[in-house]
């Protein structure tokens, strides 16, 4: 899971959390075409309180081609338009067998249109990229897809992004 704050011109607050959670999954018929669903929840809490401020469902079908190894590894873009603030970001995932898993991250949302000069959250994207769900969510404010991925064989191509973000009145 990668969770980071990023201005957000579309966003009524002018912010939000990008969520980024990578799921790994066994193939249980490898050599067997097939199609998985997945339900992805996204949701942000306020830590001190526990109320939930935002979330985003998705409803994923994951094709596995015939060729696809034993294990494969997807990544799902979620968008949280929020507030400047603490949050927790909790995302939940079902898949059509039953099965499901859960992670959690913290992130603060700086005021990017107050703050004299504020970061968006650290950025990674590595190619070759694992396949992603909405891997355009963020074209708008990322230069790239962003990975949760963190473990790197020597040669995928790793790519770091940080956006300083300065309000136009400051």
Same mark, same amino acid.
């Given at each position: 899971?990668?969770?980071?704050?990023?201005? /957000?011109?579309?966003?009524?607050?002018?912010?939000?959390?990008?969520?980024?959670?990578?799921?790994?999954?066994?193939? /249980?018929?490898?050599?067997?075409?097939?199609?998985?669903?997945?339900?992805?929840?996204?949701?942000?809490?306020?830590?001190?309180?526990?109320?939930?401020?935002?979330?985003?469902?998705?409803?994923?079908?994951?094709?596995?081609?015939?060729? /696809?190894?034993?294990?494969?590894?997807?990544?799902?873009?979620?968008?949280?338009?929020?507030?400047?603030?603490?949050?927790?970001?909790?995302?939940?995932?079902?898949?059509? /067998?039953?099965?499901?898993?859960?992670?959690?991250?913290?992130?603060?949302?700086?005021?990017?249109?107050? @703050?004299?000069?504020?970061?968006?959250?650290?950025?990674?994207?590595?190619?070759?990229?694992?396949?992603?769900?909405?891997? @355009?969510?963020?074209?708008?404010?990322?230069?790239?897809?962003?990975?949760?991925?963190?473990?790197?064989?020597?040669? @995928?191509?790793?790519?770091?992004?940080?956006?300083?973000?300065?309000?136009? @009145?400051?």
């Amino acid at each position: 899971l990668n969770v980071l704050p990023v201005p /957000d011109p579309k966003a009524p607050e002018g912010a939000s959390l990008a969520v980024i959670t990578g799921i790994t999954r066994h193939n /249980d018929t490898p050599g067997v075409a097939r199609t998985e669903r997945f339900r992805v929840v996204a949701t942000a809490f306020q830590p001190e309180s526990g109320q939930s401020v935002g979330s985003h469902e998705q409803v994923l079908d994951l094709r596995w081609t015939a060729s /696809d190894a034993g294990t494969g590894r997807f990544e799902v873009l979620s968008r949280l338009p929020l507030t400047p603030g603490r949050y927790e970001a909790r995302v939940g995932v079902e898949a059509s /067998d039953g099965q499901t898993g859960s992670v959690y991250g913290y992130a603060e949302i700086p005021d990017f249109r107050k @703050d004299g000069l504020t970061l968006s959250g650290l950025v990674l994207n590595t190619t070759p990229a694992p396949r992603a769900a909405t891997s @355009d969510a963020f074209s708008d404010v990322i230069p790239f897809a962003p990975t949760a991925q963190r473990t790197f064989r020597r040669t @995928d191509q790793v790519a770091i992004w940080l956006r300083l973000h300065r309000p136009k @009145d400051a």
